[in-house]
């Protein structure tokens, strides 16, 4: 009986939501110097001679789409785990009549999943992005070397106040491009002193790197 | 039309109503226990899902080398703590840096670990699994292992109608197991409920009990689950900060969860770092010191009667419940 209630409601929503019944795709694209993240290629910045990528994940959730800062779509799925190295994670399915210039979205997992027990799907503990002996989400992890073969860990996550890393984030959508979101690492990359900068759990540091996350971004 | 919708309400709330029933069925606790914390309406309690938490509990799969399981910490002879073991023992005969806590009444507790590092029953398995010095698997690893073997895809359906195993129902069902063990019948229950009586000892103990004692370890729990600063000294290898570890807050350095005060008897040694072997060790400390601006001043025939009571808090019954032993279907799928 609640199947059918459920199937019911759902084929309710798909009604109210779904002007085209044709998909296309928003390719999410992460990007460094202008140009897309490449894993393992070579970068520099103020703290490294050379530095490189080798694991870039994190959540986004709440995603919205607006059109004249009114919001136009809410989409269906709440929390994408976002994989440079899953090429699926990085698109985004809209409906193909879909006007849009900007989107809304937080990076990382609200408190109320963090505090809700089991979830499955992108949530699935097994991806790799939940503290095991600390409960809550690894919001952002990225992981590589720098200055040859020395290993930087930024695993940034944590939702009990005063340290709560869920940010906010609000992107235009890319100018030339119609069906591209261009997430730009800029600012957070050129941040990073690799000789100091070591996050691996909640707290003040967890909190200031997602600031400069969330800066980048916008 | 309006027939339908008022018939489809009563339904509803006839089914809601059996429902309820049903997961009371399976949780047996008396009337004088405070509200359950755990929310089952994500996790809803089968017969089937309990069975394959239990299995699981047992399974020494669940460890890297097949050697360690929940139980080995946690035993039902010991309500389900690991007696006479300061500190946890892992894989590769490792030793941890804390002492396993018995395990009951779970679902009415908030936060899990000493530190409360973990917020959530579900999510609890996976410290133990992932530790290093406990069973040293991974969350990966351990769902690839269950998958492979020939009796644990058809159990999960059984459990979950999927026989491809996911983290979420191996957690789920964990839980489940681990929220029907209820320890409820020490004397102390049988005088509450009034079938029986505290001898004289036992009287004096509880009234020392409830003008010393019960603000931390309240009724009927024995414990309010928070976090204090009992006074015990910081120890030197360990260097073990407590709840301050999870939260930052320089105002919770060295506070660790109240533990609950129900099966002493079966649970010793004492303390985060099982730093006290018996009860009398552990109410001389209290003689001694000032906690939350009181001192707890006790004689000697004091602390006999607050013994005596604490005693009484010994639920015998529930360290020879059948239905929390090692299951039998797990000895046909170990050796066959």
Avoid at chain 2, 260 to 278: A, E, F, T, V
Wanted: net charge positive; proline share 3%.
């Amino acid at each position: 009986m609640i199947m059918l209630i459920k199937f019911f409601i759902s084929l309710l929503i798909v009604n109210l939501y779904t002007p085209s019944s044709e998909k296309i795709d928003v390719l999410i694209q992460l990007n460094y110097n202008n140009e897309k993240i490449v894993l393992n290629k070579a970068y520099q910045n103020n703290y490294a001679d050379n530095f490189s990528i080798n694991k870039l994940q994190f959540y986004i959730s709440d995603l919205r789409f607006y059109s004249q800062n009114k919001e136009v779509l809410e989409y269906h799925k709440k929390y994408i785990l976002i994989d440079i190295e899953n090429e699926n994670s990085l698109k985004i399915s809209i409906p193909s009549n879909l006007m849009f210039d900007q989107v809304l979205f937080n990076i990382g997992i609200d408190e109320e999943t963090n505090k809700t027990g089991a979830k499955g799907g992108d949530l699935d503990p097994i991806h790799g992005m939940y503290w095991t002996w600390n409960s809550g989400y690894i919001n952002f992890k990225l992981e590589g070397l720098y200055n040859n073969n020395n290993e930087f860990m930024f695993h940034v996550g944590g939702f009990m106040k005063p340290y709560n890393t869920l940010q906010k984030v609000k992107i235009n959508k890319a100018k030339e491009h119609n069906n591209k979101l261009e997430l730009n690492f800029d600012r957070f990359l050129n941040s990073l002193d690799f000789n100091l900068d070591k996050i691996l759990s909640p707290g003040k540091n967890a909190l200031k790197s997602s600031n400069m996350l969330a800066k980048s971004f916008n | 039309m309006k027939r339908f919708i008022s018939l489809l309400i009563i339904f509803l709330i006839i089914k809601l109503i059996f429902h309820l029933h049903k997961q009371n069925n399976f949780l047996n606790y008396p009337n004088y226990f405070p509200k359950i914390e755990y929310d089952f309406s994500n996790n809803q309690l089968s017969k089937e899902k309990i069975e394959l938490g239990k299995i699981l509990f047992y399974d020494p799969i669940l460890s890297k080398n097949n050697q360690v399981s929940c139980a080995s910490c946690h035993s039902s002879y010991n309500a389900f703590a690991h007696t006479d073991h300061k500190l946890s023992h892992g894989i590769y005969d490792q030793i941890g840096v804390r002492n396993a806590p018995s395990l009951f009444n779970l679902a009415w507790q908030r936060e899990f670990m000493w530190d409360g590092a973990i917020n959530h029953l579900d999510m609890q398995a996976l410290a133990p699994i992932n530790s290093k010095t406990e069973m040293g698997e991974t969350t990966k690893g351990l769902i690839n292992k269950l998958q492979k073997t020939n009796y644990y895809p058809k159990l999960f359906h059984d459990a979950f109608k999927d026989s491809i195993i996911k983290t979420e129902y191996l957690l789920k069902s964990l839980s489940q197991f681990q929220l029907t063990l209820i320890s409820a019948n020490s004397k102390y229950d049988s005088v509450i409920k009034g079938v029986t009586k505290f001898n004289t000892k036992e009287k004096n103990g509880y009234e020392l009990f409830k003008n010393n004692c019960n603000s931390c370890h309240t009724e009927p729990l024995f414990t309010s689950y928070d976090y204090k600063n009992n006074g015990i000294q910081e120890d030197s290898l360990l260097k073990d900060l407590g709840r301050f570890e999870i939260t930052q807050n320089i105002k919770e350095k060295y506070l660790f969860k109240v533990p609950s005060l129900r099966n002493l008897k079966y649970s010793y040694p004492y303390m985060h770092d099982g730093r006290m072997k018996k009860l009398q060790t552990v109410i001389e400390h209290y003689s001694d010191i000032e906690i939350d601006n009181k001192f707890i001043k006790l004689n000697s025939k004091e602390k006999i009667d607050l013994i005596a009571f604490l005693l009484t808090l010994n639920d015998r019954e529930f360290t020879l419940n059948k239905d929390h032993k090692f299951p039998s279907k797990l000895i046909e799928v170990l050796y066959q």
